[in-house]
């Protein structure tokens, strides 16, 4: 109920019972017609017309209901009661609108809680029950064969076996869509935060830029005054002290700059691959980044890549956090190493995050990179995975999960082509 707004639910139930009256409608020609059922033919049609006195009531009048859960379980129970009525009065179990049963249940599976949808189907199975035992008890004894009671019984348990079917599916995929809808949101939420603290930087970069001047008109003007030998020692000591604090005011302000400013185009485009897994890294705390073993391979070749060739990758926001999350992740699970081994040639990149754990669980490992997929022995909420898996994607890189002998993998790879630069060789100085 929390993820649809009240005014889409109220239409949305205004539109069912508007289908369902024309099904109840039918359901009544189809007894009058089919099964012999004239007899109650005004009966009928009163009772279809009074029933939807509730569907009238929330089409012309929405502001004088509000549809909270409990109102619409109530108004879906009714509506299971009405059409048993009308079914039963158009011919019982025989007829075949009797399928007019599944839309509240399944309706109650979209919108309301797994309670409720329970209930539901625990009462739509006992009026279902009840048709069929009144179709055995109405026929006489000479028309009571074996088959007509077989094919009665077959049928309500048909119906009760669509109902819940039906419900159950419904359910299950509204949970999910909501999950990801959730998740979707989070996901935004942290990017939007992220987005928001580099504003900040920016901002702080400008405001010391703005105090730098009023700060070097202090300083002169203390400096001037110094000159004055007329002045007492202690006015001048006072004097140098405000030149100190005012040179220290200028390098902190100047710090802040330096830290705040947004990149220009080409840094920001292109990092070199090591100071995006060093920044990743540096995130974690400084215990278990003891943990970590980082090598970089040109082919089959390792090297340093601060004084050898490395690939560049574009500084996308978010592939330092994603990063970040794969570390975490397996730092949590491993014994005692986690090894990240990073892999370049002329045709992609790879970086693989291996730990000595106990590796993914079995049934969790195919749907890694969904909301809300965790193990039992972790204690958060599934996201982290979800969340570096997302901003990894959206930087176009391709993510498999594996387990191996002594622990679990990650990989992410990218075409080189799609997200890096070729090799940059880096001369040291002398």
Known sequence: ??????????????????????????????????????????LLLAILLLGHIPTLILALRPRLVSLN????????????????????????????????????????????????????MALATILVVALGLHAFFYLGAEMRTEALVTYIAMTAVAFILAISFASLIAFRLTRESRRLEN??????????????????GAHAAATAHELGSPLSTIAVIAGELAKDTRLPKEVLNDLQDLRDET????????????????????????????????????????????????????QDREVDPQREHAPFLRDIPGVTLAFKAFVENALRFANKRVNIDCHWDD???????????????????????????KDQASMGFGLGIFTAHALLERAGAKINYANRPGGAQVRITWGRDAMTQHPVSFVPDA
């Open 1 to 42: 109920m929390q993820y649809i707004s009240r005014g889409a639910i109220t239409d949305a139930v205004v539109a069912f019972r508007w289908v369902m009256l024309l099904g109840q409608a039918m359901a009544i020609a189809t007894g009058a017609l089919a099964l012999a059922e004239r007899g109650n033919l005004l």
């Open 69 to 120: 859960i409990l109102r619409l379980e109530a108004l879906f129970a009714y509506d299971l009661v009405h059409n048993a009525l009308i079914v039963w009065l158009a011919g019982g179990i025989f007829n075949p609108f009797l399928l007019l049963m599944i839309v509240p249940v399944t309706s109650a599976a979209i919108i309301c809680s797994l309670n409720a949808t329970m209930r539901l």
């Open 183 to 200: 998740a979707a949101g989070m996901l935004r939420s942290m990017l939007e935060r992220e987005r928001g603290v580099a504003a900040l």
């Open 247 to 298: 040179r220290r005011c200028r390098d902190i302000l100047g710090d802040l700059a330096r830290r705040g400013e947004l990149p220009g185009p080409e840094s920001q485009e292109q990092i070199p691959l090591h100071v995006t897994i060093d920044r990743a890294v540096h995130r974690v705390g400084e215990r278990d980044r003891n943990k970590l073993d980082i090598h970089y391979y040109d």
């Open 347 to 373: 045709e992609k990149v790879t970086i693989a995050i291996r730990d000595d754990g106990p590796g993914f669980a079995k049934d969790i490992i195919d749907r890694l990179g969904e909301p809300f997929v």
